[in-house]
């Protein structure tokens, strides 16, 4: 498996993968734990699952919670030994609750987000959220909650959109180079805007020398943002993605174009679901949150 891009750094640690206590510093802020967990849901249930190609109930939270700076065991029963206990009447956003789903004992685990919601794993509907109230299956099957962080209290969590940053075309070319381990041989007939001493230049040599990014113009222009539909062709070129199965159509991607191809592939292979209502976003930019879970699955 590749390595993870690390797109954003968290200043909290903690050494070890298992703990009693509670992390007493602010690992991070209810609102940026809730864009972490958000930007997942969809995601399908993988039994071992570990990684953003498909997850089981404690293979995410690890995640969630490693991309945070905090080190959780693998299993859901080795999780419930971390951290303190807390009521359910006291749960705070970033509470790890726990359910008894096998009836025999500690069997899932999700991440409580507020107002009585908790995102996680499930077999039906991979990673979405629910109550943890919900009288139908997981009210009674709940069986108790422990905090390994300290995220702020439920009242303060935000939806995933809060605090929204998006990706340039510098830091998407060192993300790509990064994970693909590329470095410029030199040979680059550069760009008039890219300075060899610029610490993103490296990066952006090596894609052009082979042929993931082109420029226009003589121009790289690596502080733009960049395009749901540009980031489609990089990603399609750079990880060599084939036709895997049959093409997958969204209602804003002009047939034939350019960028067909290429945002097909990347649906195709599983990387792209869309918005969730039939378009693309050809013409939105990318979020950083998006480029990380875009390379992650194209990367396994």
């Known amino acids: 498996m590749k390595k993870l891009i690390q797109v954003t750094a968290l200043s909290a640690a903690l050494v070890g993968s298992l703990f009693t206590g509670t992390l007493t510093t602010d690992a991070a802020s209810s609102a940026q734990l809730t864009a972490e967990a958000s930007k997942y849901i969809g995601t399908p249930y993988r039994s071992g699952g570990t990684t953003a190609a498909g997850f089981d109930c404690s293979g995410y939270t690890q995640l969630v919670y490693k991309n945070l700076g905090i080190s959780l065991p693998r299993d859901s029963r080795s999780q419930w030994a971390a951290g303190t206990t807390v009521s359910k009447a006291n749960l705070q956003a970033g509470d790890l609750v726990f359910f008894n789903t096998s009836g025999s004992g500690i069997s899932h685990v999700a991440i409580y987000i507020g107002g009585g919601r908790m995102i996680g794993a499930t077999n039906s509907k991979g990673i979405a959220i629910d109550s943890i109230n919900d009288p139908y299956y997981w009210g009674k099957r709940y069986i108790g909650a422990k905090r390994v962080a300290n995220f702020g209290s439920?009242?303060?969590?935000?939806?995933?959109?809060?605090?929204?940053?998006?990706?340039?075309?510098?830091?998407?070319?060192?993300?790509?180079?990064?994970?693909?381990?590329?470095?410029?041989?030199?040979?680059?007939?550069?760009?008039?805007?890219?300075?060899?001493?610029?610490?993103?230049?490296?990066?952006?040599?090596?894609?052009?020398?082979?042929?993931?990014?082109?420029?226009?113009?003589?121009?790289?222009?690596?502080?733009?943002?960049?395009?749901?539909?540009?980031?489609?062709?990089?990603?399609?070129?750079?990880?060599?993605?084939?036709?895997?199965?049959?093409?997958?159509?969204?209602?804003?991607?002009?047939?034939?174009?350019?960028?067909?191809?290429?945002?097909?592939?990347?649906?195709?292979?599983?990387?792209?679901?869309?918005?969730?209502?039939?378009?693309?976003?050809?013409?939105?930019?990318?979020?950083?949150?998006?480029?990380?879970?875009?390379?992650?699955?194209?990367?396994?």
């Open 154 to 300: 439920a009242g303060t969590v935000t939806t995933a959109a809060a605090s929204v940053q998006y990706s340039t075309r510098a830091e998407i070319a060192v993300a790509i180079a990064d994970d693909l381990n590329l470095q410029s041989s030199g040979s680059a007939a550069g760009f008039s805007d890219v300075s060899a001493s610029a610490s993103y230049a490296d990066a952006v040599f090596a894609l052009q020398e082979r042929g993931i990014i082109a420029g226009n113009a003589g121009q790289f222009k690596p502080s733009e943002r960049v395009k749901r539909s540009e980031m489609a062709k990089m990603l399609d070129k750079a990880y060599d993605l084939g036709q895997v199965g049959a093409s997958v159509s969204f209602s804003d991607v002009p047939s034939p174009s350019w960028m067909e191809p290429h945002i097909d592939r990347l649906a195709q292979n599983g990387i792209t679901r869309g918005m969730g209502d039939g378009r693309f976003g050809v013409d939105g930019h990318v979020k950083t949150t998006e480029l990380k879970l875009f390379m992650e699955r194209a990367g396994n």
